[in-house]
């Protein structure tokens, strides 16, 4: 009830997410889409805000949860650029390759070393990553470039989340990132709004739910467990994402983009099980 059930339905929930923003990008703006999808989560969200009352969103570390916006909506939005332009398998993937960052992190954030083994499994893993990115081939795309960026801000919001895990309760933390990232997106709507048809905006509530419930259900599993028992679940998202575009877009990866995944997911979940992730990350609470 505490790690697997959490985990595997966030993943569910991140996997139909991201399948509806690939849906709806051909006709709605990248951050149009950001927006709906932190509006629609702010409008989920509030009545248990409201329920537990105003005393519950005290804190006294409002700071962190502007910068954890802040780094979230880059996130989001360097990842839907991504499934806008690239394949939804391959930009789902950059975006999970955030275990090799939060490694990288490490070092200059948490003043850890890496130990040989260490660093020879990061380099397995990069080299998967240049596998996906594919450099100077025709294949090679700024949205490939854009996807792991993602992964990198993902990196760094996940190793917010664990610092403000001790202070700070589960739909607290989901509240000040849906109305951090809806005014900061919003602010950006004002040169980019464009009324969405019925068919999009239903697309988007759907993506909102899923997003909202499978965020909160994520930062649950990380608040309570350790990495090594929530993060391989990230790559189901991968997998169910893979199968949802075959099935819409009639999109496989190529041979390259398939020796890379397995580079990358190898490289992440031997990194997690292995416990090699910061101690400020995989620490219960």
């Known amino acids: 009830m505490h790690g697997?059930?959490?985990?595997f339905f966030s993943a569910c929930f991140f996997a139909v997410m991201v399948t509806c923003i690939k849906a709806a990008s051909s006709e709605l703006a990248v951050i149009q889409l950001v927006f709906l999808r932190s509006f629609v989560g702010l409008i989920i969200?509030?009545?248990?805000v409201i329920h537990l009352g105003s005393s519950y969103l005290r804190t006294s570390i409002v700071h962190m949860h502007l910068l954890r916006g802040l780094i979230s909506i880059?996130?989001?939005?360097?990842?839907?650029?991504?499934?806008a332009n690239i394949g939804l398998s391959e930009a789902t993937l950059l975006n999970a390759a955030s275990p090799l960052f939060i490694a990288l992190l490490a070092v200059p954030i948490l003043n850890e070393r890496v130990s040989f083994m260490i660093f020879f499994i990061?380099?397995?893993?990069?080299?998967?990553?240049?596998?996906?990115?594919?450099?100077?081939?025709?294949?090679?795309?700024?949205?490939?470039?854009?996807?792991l960026c993602s992964g990198f801000f993902i990196a760094c919001a996940k190793i917010l989340i664990r610092y403000m895990a001790s202070t700070e309760p589960v739909i607290?933390?989901?509240?000040?990132?849906s109305i951090f990232s809806t005014i900061y997106s919003g602010i950006a709507m004002l040169w980019f709004w464009q009324t969405p048809s019925m068919h999009d905006l239903l697309i988007m509530i759907l993506a909102g739910i899923c997003a909202t419930g499978g965020q909160t259900l994520l930062t649950y599993a990380f608040t309570n467990n350790e990495a090594s028992t929530v993060s391989p679940f990230t790559y189901?998202?991968?997998?169910?994402?893979t199968l949802f575009a075959w099935i819409g877009w009639n999109e496989l990866p190529d041979i390259s983009s398939g020796i890379g995944a397995i580079f990358i997911i190898g490289s992440c979940l031997f990194l997690t099980?292995?416990?090699?992730l910061p101690s400020a990350w995989k620490q219960k609470k």
Do not use: D
């Open 4 to 7: 697997f059930l959490p985990a």
């Open 45 to 48: 969200i509030l009545p248990f």
């Open 74 to 83: 880059s996130a989001m939005t360097c990842l839907y650029f991504a499934i």
């Open 122 to 147: 990061l380099l397995i893993g990069f080299i998967g990553v240049i596998l996906i990115l594919k450099p100077g081939t025709s294949m090679f795309s700024i949205g490939a470039i854009v996807g």
């Open 172 to 177: 607290r933390t989901v509240f000040y990132f």
């Open 236 to 241: 189901i998202t991968v997998l169910m994402a």
């Open 273 to 276: 099980v292995q416990g090699q």
